[in-house]
């Protein structure tokens, strides 16, 4: 009876364990997946930017 109440207590932290890493991943990767979409959108700019300079010195 011990041994039984450990063992589900034991499994039932497992579960919860596992959602929580779940929702941890889950959310590293919509960080990460926003953090790239910021550096693609920086990236855009700045190669903007050097287009608009080279066109005005061609001017």
């Known amino acids: 009876s011990r ?24 959310e ?8 790239r979409e910021k550096y693609h959108k920086i990236e855009a700019e700045k190669i903007m930017h050097i287009v608009k300079a080279s066109a005005k010195k061609t001017e």
């Open 28 to 35: 590293m990767s919509r960080q990460e997946e926003s953090i």
């Open 3 to 26: 041994e039984a109440l450990r063992k589900k207590q034991e499994a039932e932290e497992e579960k919860l364990l596992a959602e929580l890493r779940k929702k941890y991943e889950l």
